[in-house]
């Protein structure tokens, strides 16, 4: 049951312990001990260093590259914070027999033991339905508009929002809303995977 802040751990895998602290820092909180390391045979090796009985637990772990390595961090240390989700990119058949690999990370991380999974600017909003327990996708444009707009880009005609590939026009439209900026879109072909 969530309490609201009442007793919130935050913990960070090796993905990137700096995010971890800066949250921690805006609200309040230590980053909680653990160590998370690898036995000589290459096996993630975690050792949380305090209790987190009836905490709110949140783990910091984007799955980034090396992907495996950061996505198996988070599964044996998780509970619930992913600001990359890692194999997002694979969330529909282009063609026979493509797997859908989205779907089976979001059941790798519910088998883990996450009852709550609070996720930033996935890369479609279909996964949101491959969760079976509940899940937040926060978006970033609000935040990220607020700070150019103290940069002076409101209503700047010098400036332009541009969306990498039509996947991306929707927040890029949002985006470049509250700029009052137009967009442009790229038009991104790729002849075979990782190419464009």
Known sequence: MITHGKNIKIFSGNSHPQLALDIANILGVSVGGAKVGTFSDGEISVDINE???GADVFVVQPTNAPVNDNLMELLI???AVIPYYGY???DRKAKARD???AKLVADLITAAGADRVLTMDLHA???QGYFNIPLDN???VPLLARYFINKGFLDNEDVVVVSPDLGSVTRARK???KLHAPIAIIDKRR???NVC
């Open 51 to 53: 209790t987190v009985r």
């Open 77 to 79: 240390m998780m509970d």
């Open 88 to 90: 997002a990119r694979q």
């Open 99 to 101: 797997p859908i690999t």
């Open 125 to 127: 909003a279909q996964i």
């Open 138 to 140: 926060l978006m970033g």
């Open 175 to 177: 985006f470049a809303d």
């Open 191 to 193: 002849p075979r995977a």
